[in-house]
């Protein structure tokens, strides 16, 4: 049986409403603000949002550096966008989804989910030491994400008045 890390999941609570953190999260591009700690150089193809919608991204981690292509490959409005990616240099193929839930307070709770789905030899070496890493930066981009989310809000509020 071939090994796999675990799975690295990482949420934020945000004010916004489900249905608005979906249309959001739905173009690729507003992915860029809240991630380029970690992807650089975007390029965006296929359609704007929605299943099919593409990004090849640089990253640099961990001393290696590699081009990462992003596709949306499953979605469900409003609760869930599944993104696969693949890093060719590195030969490693994961999973990014998003699930969104409703709180009490009629905001959302996004759930971000890394799932490896195939890996190199290296990254069985190295797992415990990736999976702090990739906890660390979806971290980082939940929150950022949640500042994107508050000042989008706050220009579409601004703009209706």
Known sequence: MRYMPKPVTVSVEVPQAPVAVFDF???MANHEPFTNHLLRDWEL?????????????????????????????DAEAPTRIVERNTAAKAGRTAQGSYTLEPTAS???RITFEYRWIVTPVLDHLTAPLARAFIRRANETAMRRLAEQLAAHDGAAVGAST
């Open 25 to 27: 999260l739905d173009v």
């Open 106 to 108: 009629g905001g959302t």
């Open 45 to 73: 193809s296929g359609p704007a949002r929605g299943v099919g919608s593409k990004a090849r991204v640089h990253v640099r981690a961990l001393g290696a550096s590699d081009v990462v292509d992003i596709e949306v490959v």
